[in-house]
């Protein structure tokens, strides 16, 4: 693709964001665990500061005590799992279960899943005919300036869904016909070069009065479209929004690097999350959970002791955090470890404690709570 750049006053000033950005990609590297023993081991490491919570994430849940770990062997069907590398006998729950005098009592679980972080807002178009990718939107309007890492991180985890807006000189409608390279802009701050993206029609719209180049026309591409174009070529990052400051964002490379190494390539169970809920919405999610990665949150009990952390609901009932991508374990703000797990490994640890009622699907939102009868196709996975 061809580059045509923006002119850089709409840059913004790279020693602002520069200590934010690296934060928050270190966090979204500290927040992944390849093995349990790691997890074990750095279960507090990539704790954020006091305060640096993302607006509209969930309250930090308390981590559920996990059985003493018993020794037994390993499931085989686990050690075949190519993309997972966790121990499920270490676990004491994901497949694997100990004695009843060896238990420590269970940690209640805290009230997870706020009631406005559900769903995704439903005004999608800020300019008639084009719909914005409203998560993006909206993670971006909480930003302030002085981003703090965590509210980064919630920007990249809503990017896990949807389209971006682009920029091109000229038609691109035309250009796309006629088979020539799309023009497509770029900014550079200081000497560094960043793709450009946008996240609805407003910012689209912010961007031409900034510049005032109305020689230029506007596509939609899927998000991992645009993420794979940026790391293809000579970037430093993406700017989102880069004419709507404050509600603006700078990802550095490292971070869509880390990203895109643990992302689902059809962003299943984000997409069905960000969507319009219908009747038929959890079984959708069940299902997918039988086949694409997840996650579980793994912290340090009181006892020093790993556990798997839970939410509870308005009525008290428990529920095992699951994830679809590590960034969503680490925009909770918890330095909890983010281990992966499969769909039979989910089932043998909600049939390893009868008590827990279902699950809980990316608790800091858009979520979904599914109940065990709801999660027939996990059970039949395992």
């Given at each position: 693709?061809?580059?045509?750049?923006?002119?850089?006053?709409?840059?913004?000033?790279?020693?602002?964001?520069?200590?934010?950005?690296?934060?928050?990609?270190?966090?979204?590297?500290?927040?992944?665990?390849?093995?349990?023993?790691?997890?074990?081991?750095?279960a507090?490491?990539?704790a954020?500061?006091?305060?640096?919570?993302?607006?509209?994430?969930?309250?930090?849940?308390?981590?559920?005590?996990?059985?003493?770990?018993?020794?037994?062997?390993?499931?085989?069907?686990?050690?075949?799992?190519?993309?997972?590398?966790?121990?499920?006998?270490?676990?004491?729950?994901?497949?694997?279960?100990?004695?009843?005098?060896?238990?420590?009592?269970?940690?209640?679980?805290?009230?997870?899943?706020?009631?406005?972080?559900?769903?995704?807002?439903?005004?999608?178009?800020?300019?008639?005919?084009?719909?914005?990718?409203?998560?993006?939107r909206?993670?971006?309007?909480?930003?302030?300036?002085?981003?703090?890492?965590?509210?980064?991180?919630?920007?990249?985890?809503?990017?896990?869904?949807?389209?971006?807006?682009?920029?091109?000189?000229?038609?691109?409608?035309?250009?796309?016909?006629?088979?020539?390279?799309?023009?497509?802009?770029?900014?550079?701050v200081?000497?560094?070069?960043?793709?450009?993206?946008?996240?609805?029609?407003?910012?689209?719209?912010?961007?031409?009065?900034?510049?005032?180049?109305?020689?230029?026309?506007?596509?939609?591409q899927?998000?991992?479209?645009?993420?794979?174009?940026?790391?293809?070529?000579?970037?430093e990052?993406?700017?989102?929004?880069?004419?709507?400051?404050?509600?603006?964002?700078?990802?550095?490379?490292?971070?869509?690097?880390k990203?895109?190494?643990?992302?689902?390539?059809?962003?299943?169970?984000?997409?069905l999350?960000?969507?319009?809920?219908?009747?038929?919405?959890?079984?959708?999610?069940?299902e997918?959970?039988?086949?694409?990665?997840?996650?579980?949150?793994?912290?340090?009990?009181?006892?020093?002791?790993?556990?798997?952390?839970?939410?509870?609901?308005?009525?008290?009932?428990?529920?095992?955090?699951?994830?679809s991508?590590?960034?969503?374990?680490?925009?909770?703000?918890?330095?909890?470890?983010?281990?992966?797990?499969?769909?039979?490994?989910?089932?043998?640890?909600?049939?390893?404690?009868?008590?827990?009622?279902g699950?809980?699907?990316?608790?800091?939102?858009?979520?979904?709570?599914?109940?065990?009868?709801?999660?027939?196709?996990?059970?039949?996975?395992?």
């Amino acid at each position: 693709m061809a580059l045509f750049s923006r002119r850089p006053k709409d840059a913004p000033d790279p020693k602002g964001t520069d200590a934010a950005a690296d934060a928050a990609a270190s966090a979204a590297d500290d927040g992944t665990s390849e093995s349990l023993s790691e997890t074990t081991r750095d279960a507090s490491a990539g704790a954020t500061e006091p305060g640096a919570t993302a607006p509209d994430t969930t309250e930090p849940d308390a981590v559920a005590d996990p059985a003493e770990p018993t020794g037994a062997e390993p499931d085989p069907a686990t050690e075949a799992a190519a993309s997972v590398s966790i121990s499920v006998s270490s676990y004491g729950g994901l497949g694997s279960s100990a004695p009843a005098a060896s238990a420590a009592p269970k940690l209640q679980p805290r009230r997870t899943g706020r009631a406005a972080t559900k769903e995704a807002p439903t005004n999608a178009e800020t300019v008639a005919g084009l719909r914005d990718n409203v998560l993006v939107r909206e993670a971006l309007a909480r930003l302030g300036d002085g981003t703090a890492p965590q509210a980064l991180l919630d920007v990249a985890r809503q990017l896990l869904q949807g389209h971006l807006f682009l920029r091109v000189k000229g038609d691109a409608r035309s250009l796309l016909a006629e088979g020539r390279e799309l023009p497509l802009a770029v900014i550079k701050v200081e000497d560094r070069q960043f793709a450009l993206a946008y996240s609805s029609g407003s910012a689209l719209q912010a961007s031409v009065r900034a510049d005032g180049d109305v020689d230029t026309s506007a596509m939609g591409q899927p998000v991992l479209s645009v993420l794979r174009h940026v790391l293809a070529g000579p970037y430093e990052g993406l700017i989102i929004d880069q004419s709507s400051a404050p509600a603006r964002a700078v990802l550095p490379r490292p971070l869509l690097e880390k990203i895109m190494e643990r992302v689902d390539e059809e962003l299943t169970v984000k997409t069905l999350l960000a969507a319009e809920r219908t009747p038929e919405t959890g079984a959708a999610v069940a299902e997918a959970l039988t086949r694409v990665p997840l996650w579980v949150a793994v912290g340090k009990v009181a006892d020093g002791r790993p556990g798997l952390a839970e939410g509870r609901a308005e009525d008290g009932s428990r529920y095992l955090e699951v994830y679809s991508h590590p960034v969503e374990v680490a925009v909770m703000g918890r330095g909890d470890q983010a281990a992966p797990l499969t769909g039979p490994q989910l089932a043998r640890a909600l049939d390893g404690d009868p008590e827990i009622s279902g699950v809980i699907v990316d608790p800091a939102g858009p979520w979904i709570r599914l109940l065990r009868e709801e999660l027939a196709p996990v059970f039949a996975s395992a």
